[in-house]
T-cell receptor, first 116, second 113 residues
């Protein structure tokens, strides 16, 4: 397979609790991304990383933090989960920015998070 | 404001016919465009891409057309097959944006046998 795994695949948590989602890659790719997918909104970028300890905010970063202490792992943390963060979360990896016809992300299978 | 727009939430096509999925964008700095396909309970998978210096890219049954003056791109699938039934996302990238992709909301394609 593509060498990207997300864990857990499903999680139900209570409002106000912290939650951490993990993305693990075996491709040694430099770039890693967290997106959320919601009906009527498509895929929206939360945070991304362009190297170990190098991260930046995306379009919908409020309420989320990330960490990347090693190349293969990118963690997404909801410090205090809210019902509006109920969503499907996708991690993606990429080599260098587009330099040719094969540019594109490889996505994980997603984590379905429900905040009750 | 949405920079990448897919105005048709759904499309139904008969098997063997052509499927045309449309995408509009507002940012003239976008220099790379991609289409992704997504099945339920799976992550999106890369389908085809096109650089802004081209107006067409073809890969088997899939062709993407880019009209820069109209800020419009389209994905043609010929002939359509039932296995093509999925949600299709249009995405765009701006040069110097660390490769960040901006996605549209998606179009759900149903190909009927």
């Amino acid at each position: 397979d593509a060498g990207i795994t997300q864990s857990p695949r499903h999680k139900v948590t209570e409002t106000g609790t912290p939650v951490t989602l993990r993305c693990h890659q075996t491709e040694n790719h430099r770039y890693m991304y967290w997106y959320r997918q919601d009906p009527g909104h498509g895929l929206r970028l939360i945070h991304y990383s362009y190297g170990v300890k190098d991260t930046d905010k995306g379009e919908v970063s409020d309420g989320y933090s990330v960490s990347r202490s090693k190349t293969e792992d990118f963690l997404l943390t909801l410090e205090s989960a809210t019902s509006s963060q109920t969503s499907v979360y996708f991690c993606a990896i990429s080599g260098n920015p587009p330099t040719g016809a094969n540019y594109g992300y490889t996505f994980g299978s997603g984590t379905r998070l429900t905040v009750v | 404001d949405q920079q990448v727009k897919q105005n048709s939430p759904s499309l139904s096509v008969q098997e063997g016919r052509i499927s045309i999925l449309n995408c509009d964008y507002t940012n003239s700095m976008f220099d790379y465009f991609l289409w992704y396909k997504k099945y339920p309970a799976e992550g999106p998978t890369f389908l085809i891409s096109i650089s802004s210096i081209k107006d067409k890219n073809e890969d088997g049954r899939f062709t993407v057309f880019l009209n820069k003056s109209a800020k419009h791109l389209s994905l043609h699938i010929v002939p359509s097959q039932p296995g093509d039934s999925a949600v299709y996302f249009c995405a765009a990238s701006e040069e110097g944006s660390q490769g960040n992709l901006i996605f549209g909301k998606g179009t759900k394609l149903s190909v009927k046998p």
